[in-house]
Every structure is written in structure tokens, then in C-alpha cells.
């Protein structure tokens, strides 16, 4: 299993955001959409190898953490819109204390992102511009990636993550978050098939 999070700084953690609003109601609410649909959605088709977690750390309600697997999701479509409705959806089935389905293969929680890294800190592989060449690393056979979004990461969690055993780069540039899932999971795909990525 391929895991991917993403931190969503000021994403917003309860439904109240405006659907024609994304970015500013929503806090980039836009690039969690994004990410969800580069991490889980092919053309015509699903990565069931892949889950995609994205911590919701914005106002008024953080932490809420929505977990997306890619086996049983349903309803996923290519669009913001309709994905932001999905999402928007799991935040009104949230329940104090547990892990709620929202619809087939969404779930929210109250998980931090500090406590996503800290359950899969021995798969953790960072992404950061300032990386090794992903390239020429090995990656762990279930790799638990996290990306932050438009405005990275705090100092306290760099500290956390710092102990990661893994940070990779996949341009010398610094991308979107969701561009950067792309790059990744095209590098597995080909390793998956047996191709050189280089
Ligand atoms: C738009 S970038 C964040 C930019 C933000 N201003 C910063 O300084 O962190 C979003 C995320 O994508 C990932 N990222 C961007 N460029 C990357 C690269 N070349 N290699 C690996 N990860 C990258 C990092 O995880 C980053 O936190």
C-alpha cells in the first residue's frame, strides 16, 4: 500500500466553506481536492494501491484528518467541485473519538498530522525540494509520503519529521504538491513495470 498525506495548513475543518470558493473560504481547500484526485484518479480508472490521507489543520474545528482508500472509494470524480462535495460531506459525519466512513472508502477522524507521522514514521519518505534525487533512492516496498501544501511546513513538525528515514526530490524547481504526486507515483509505476527511471 502507497500512502500519501497532505498537510493542509489552513485547510478548513468543518463544512461550513464556500463550494465557489475553494481557495479563500475553503483555506486551498482547491489543493486538497488536487492532490486527492493526482494521488488516487487515472484516466478511466482508480489506483486501488493507493490511500491518501489529508489533515485538515485549518480553522474553526483542527485537527480533522480525511482518510481516502483507494480500493473502496466511490464517487470520486476528476472535478474540485464534486470532490470538495465529497470532502464536505465526510466533515459533517464527523464524530468525537473515531473514525467515521462518510461513503465508500472515506473516512474523517480527529488525527493530527503529528499523529499520522508518528504511526508510520519507519515508512515515512518526505518530499522536499531539498531531497535526494529521487531517482537514485530506494523507497521503502510501502512508502507513507508527505508533502506539505502551499505553505509547507511549520518549524515544529520540520523537527518531527526530521527524523524521517527518507526525503526525496523530484525537481530541482519547487512544484505544486500535486504535480509532485504525479512525478512520484509515475517513478513507482515504473519501477512497478520493471523500467529504468532514469
Ligand atoms: C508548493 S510546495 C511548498 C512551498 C512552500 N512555500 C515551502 O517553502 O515549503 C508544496 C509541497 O510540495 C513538495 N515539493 C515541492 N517541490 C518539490 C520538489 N522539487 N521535490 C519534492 N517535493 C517538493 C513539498 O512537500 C512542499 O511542501
Request: net charge negative; aromatic share 4%.
Amino acid at each position: 500500500m502507497i500512502t500519501i498525506v497532505i498537510k493542509g495548513n489552513k485547510a478548513h475543518s468543518s463544512p461550513d466553506f464556500l463550494l465557489k470558493d475553494l481557495p479563500g473560504s475553503g483555506g486551498r481547500m482547491d489543493v486538497m481536492c488536487r492532490c486527492l484526485t493526482s494521488s488516487l484518479l487515472l484516466s478511466h480508472d482508480i489506483r486501488t494501491d493507493v490511500e491518501v490521507i489529508l489533515c485538515l489543520e485549518g480553522p474553526p474545528t483542527p485537527p480533522r484528518t480525511i482518510r481516502v482508500k483507494g480500493d473502496k472509494v466511490r464517487y470520486l470524480s476528476p472535478d474540485e467541485r464534486s470532490t470538495a462535495i465529497l470532502l464536505q460531506k465526510a466533515l459533517r459525519a464527523y464524530e468525537p473519538g473515531r473514525e467515521v466512513e462518510s461513503t465508500p472508502g472515506i473516512y474523517v477522524s480527529d488525527a493530527s498530522f503529528k499523529d499520522i507521522v508518528g504511526e508510520n514514521m519507519e515508512r515515512l519518505v518526505v518530499l522536499d525540494e531539498n531531497g535526494d534525487d529521487m531517482p537514485s533512492c530506494t523507497l521503502p516496498s510501502d512508502p507513507c509520503f508527505v508533502l506539505g501544501d502551499h505553505i509547507g511546513f511549520e518549524p515544529e513538525e520540520e523537527k518531527l519529521l526530521h527524523d524521517a528515514p527518507l526525503r526525496v526530490s523530484v525537481s530541482p524547481r519547487v512544484l505544486h504538491a500535486s504535480h509532485c504526486i504525479v512525478l512520484l507515483l509515475n517513478r513507482i509505476d515504473r519501477d512497478v513495470n520493471g523500467q529504468s527511471f532514469l
